[in-house]
């Protein structure tokens, strides 16, 4: 059991990381094209909606939007 507790908190680790890196990238996004936000929504976003995030930033990316 404490084997999968273990396994659990690093995934958790893992997530939380992962969404605060690409919160930090989608910041320098959103300056580049002036573009409203803050970090707090766009790290709950990565951190809920992943893909989501991904794709909106691929296209304001992309086309500028």
Known sequence: ILGLGVSIL???IGA???AWN??????KIREKLSIPGNFCDDFNTHLCCSCCAVCQEVCQHSFGF
Not at 22 to 27: E, I, S
Request: aromatic share 8%; hydrophobic share 65%; no cysteine.
């Open 22 to 27: 690409r919160a930090t990238l989608r910041r």
């Open 16 to 18: 939380v990381m992962l």
């Open 10 to 12: 690093f995934a958790i």
